[in-house]
């Protein structure tokens, strides 16, 4: 059975922190490549995050940078996204994706937000207010 599943969501004042996670199971191996959107209703979805299939390379949308900070425990097939210092406008239901594995230029493990992400989960809620 395809499972993608998020979780951590909740509320937090401006400056606070929340760690998403997104357990991944039954996937075929080559959808490894993980990342984080955003989403509130009315809006375009927003690329956050995303991971390539060997944890090394990380892709961060402008917004988020230096912010948030994505990881993954393969043996666990988990993905976090830890965000720090929230804002307002990071409030938004956050959703976890699964991509094909992607190589570099040079044959390197990479990931990118443009990619074709064909898996989704449900969504986990997050609102950053006072």
């Known amino acids: 059975q395809l499972q993608l599943v998020e979780s951590g969501g909740g509320l937090e004042p401006p400056g606070g922190s929340l760690r998403l996670s997104c357990k991944a199971s039954?996937?075929?191996?080559?959808?490894?490549?993980i990342g984080w959107f955003r989403q509130v209703p009315g809006r375009e979805r927003e690329a956050v995050a995303c991971?390539?299939?060997?944890?090394?390379?990380?892709t961060y949308a402008d917004s988020v940078k230096g912010r948030f900070t994505i990881s993954k425990d393969n043996a666990q097939q988990l993905v976090y996204l830890q965000m720090n210092d929230l804002k307002p406008e990071d409030t938004a239901t956050y959703y976890c994706?699964?991509?094909?594995?992607?190589?570099?230029?040079?044959?390197?493990?990479?990931?990118?937000?443009?990619?074709?992400?064909?898996?989704w989960g449900q969504g986990t809620r997050v609102t950053v207010s006072s």
């Open positions: 991971i390539a299939s060997d944890g090394r390379s990380t």
């Open positions: 994706a699964l991509s094909r594995a992607l190589e570099g230029s040079t044959g390197e493990s990479t990931c990118r937000l443009d990619a074709w992400y064909r898996y």
């Open positions: 039954g996937f075929r191996s080559v959808y490894s490549v």
